[in-house]
């Protein structure tokens, strides 16, 4: 599933082809794109519009219309955009300089979901907390929302209400680089452990950017450069780049997990 680096990176991307340009024309082929819209109406209400700016928050891409509306895209498993025809295509953009831009999605859990100027907001909200980059995200907030958590720390940071955009793999990477087993209860975390924790999210976080994400071999984010240096994440018996302890994995939250032994603690 991409994660706060691989749509950070997509995001670039698909904002270097489409910011400032009209959309000629919208071709939405599967209704499950846009349920519970039609997607025959979502297309209409697209077509004609030009792109003011394209953000992202967490997981989400914001196309942000001059009109005023947002089309907010959430890749999900397989989700990505494309410029030149591919398979498993879900809905195409035309664009006023002739450039063609493919949603395409193997999975089909992808989701575009047109709002209006003052829905977004309230829309993410309730979804994701604060960007772990940015200045809100701060080891008092991180504090607050693990205080009294009985789960282990690494589901308790997936809730995108705590950690917006991070995901199975960036968590684990994230606990390695604060020394913290992903076991261990989140309310039980001391003020030094959380800063370390905060720490460690935002390394793992920006690491995954600056290698434009990770491409794990499925065609999704071709070039990403991330899995070549990954410390945990699918490194099963690998030895820990920090102690040599062999890497392990078990389970937290449902999601398989890898973590040191010797040095996460």
């Known amino acids: 599933m991409p994660e706060l680096p691989e749509v950070e990176t997509e995001r ?17 082929d599967d209704e499950r794109l ?19 700016a394209l953000d992202r928050r967490g997981k989400y891409l914001l196309i942000r219309l001059e009109g005023g509306a947002v089309l907010l895209v959430h890749l ?34 992808g989701t575009w979901t047109l709002l209006e100027p003052d829905e977004a907001d309230e829309h993410l909200a309730i979804r994701v907390g604060p960007e772990p980059l940015e200045r809100a995200f701060t080891s008092e907030f991180l504090a607050r929302r693990l205080e009294g958590r009985r789960a282990p720390v690494k589901a308790a940071i997936l809730d995108q209400r705590t950690v917006a955009g991070l995901g199975n793999i960036y968590a684990d990477e994230a606990l390695w680089h604060a020394r913290i087993h992903p076991l261990r209860p989140a309310g039980e975390l001391s003020p030094d452990e959380i800063k370390a924790l905060r720490r460690g999210i935002r390394t793992a976080l920006r690491r995954g950017i600056r290698r434009q994400g990770a491409d794990l071999g499925d065609g999704t984010y071709a070039g990403g450069r991330m899995q070549h240096e990954f410390r945990v994440y699918g490194r099963l018996g ?7 302890t062999p890497i392990e994995k078990t389970r937290a939250g449902g999601r398989g997990t890898w973590f040191c032994s010797g040095c996460q603690l």
């Open 12 to 28: 670039g991307r698909l904002a270097a082809r489409i910011e400032g340009r009209r959309i000629r024309a919208v071709r939405i």
């Open 34 to 52: 846009t349920r519970p819209e039609d997607p025959a109406l979502v297309a209409a209400r697209l077509a004609g519009e030009r792109v003011a």
């Open 76 to 109: 999900r498993m397989t989700g990505s955009f494309r410029y030149e025809p591919a398979s498993h295509e879900r809905a195409v953009l035309e664009l006023d300089d002739g450039t063609r831009i493919a949603y395409r999605d193997l999975r089909r859990f």
């Open 238 to 244: 690998e030895p820990c780049d920090r102690c040599g």
